[in-house]
């Protein structure tokens, strides 16, 4: 079945340690989102690629970082630089980017919570 | 600053109310609306408002837009406990950029 593939489900961190969290997409997706959801909050785009070895900055990308050398992978690491990880995190893809909309109807994996320890 | 507000923030009702959950929006450069339903996880897809005025219909939910007031509304009729969730607003405004309301928790008791 097509989908979008995160993993792990659960993730802890401790102090000082960068963690990677997973985002495998077998839509044939061009476009590749991840967002935070903190308890009573909406989603809040921290990175998101249009593009294979290209992407782009979100509203919260400070102590976060990805790659996109594979059109189907969009990894993001959560640097200990980021001092209020815990939180769930979606990862998203789109067929496209740019002015068709239901280009930009996003479609979400499962999720990772992060904690700290 | 772009922003989407939704309200309520929860909302508990007996199994077959009609509910009406609303999203306003202040956004430049507005393409479309879209509505999410999340109830463990992963957010699934609802419906894309782009055009004031025309009803978006699926079973017992519809959505409508309103692009002079600048809100949405979610209809959602004859509730069931499966209607349990959170609902997510929110607005692309264009290159790439999608962004979320905080959602309205819904819970619907038998």
């Known amino acids: 079945d097509g989908g979008i593939t995160q993993s792990p489900k659960y993730l802890f961190r401790k102090e000082g340690q960068n963690v990677t969290l997973s985002c495998e997409q077998n839509?044939?997706?061009?476009?590749m989102y991840w967002y935070r959801q903190d308890p009573g909050q909406g989603l809040r785009l921290i990175y998101y690629s249009q593009i294979v070895n290209d992407f782009q900055k979100g509203d919260i990308a400070e102590g976060y970082s990805v790659s996109r050398e594979k059109k189907e992978s969009f990894p993001l690491t959560v640097t200990s630089a980021q001092k209020n990880p815990t939180a769930f995190y979606l990862c998203?893809?789109?067929?496209?980017?740019?002015?068709?909309?239901?280009?930009?109807?996003?479609?979400f994996g499962a999720g990772t919570r992060l904690s700290v320890l | 600053e772009d922003k989407v507000v939704q309200s309520p923030l929860s909302l508990v009702v007996h199994e077959g109310d009609t509910v009406t959950l609303n999203c306003s929006y202040e956004v430049t450069n507005f393409r479309s609306l879209l509505w999410y339903k999340q109830e463990k996880k992963a957010p699934t897809f609802l419906f894309m408002l782009?055009?004031?005025?025309i009803e978006k219909k699926s079973g017992r939910l519809s959505s409508i837009l309103d692009k002079k007031e600048l809100f949405s509304i979610l209809n959602i009729t004859a509730t069931q406990t499966g209607d349990s969730a959170i609902y997510l607003c929110a607005f692309h405004r264009g290159a790439s950029k999608i962004i979320f309301g905080s959602g309205t928790r819904l819970s619907i008791r038998p």
């Open positions: 998203a893809s789109t067929t496209g980017t740019g002015e068709t909309l239901a280009k930009n109807i996003q479609y």
């Open positions: 782009t055009s004031s005025g």
């Open positions: 839509l044939n997706h061009d476009a």
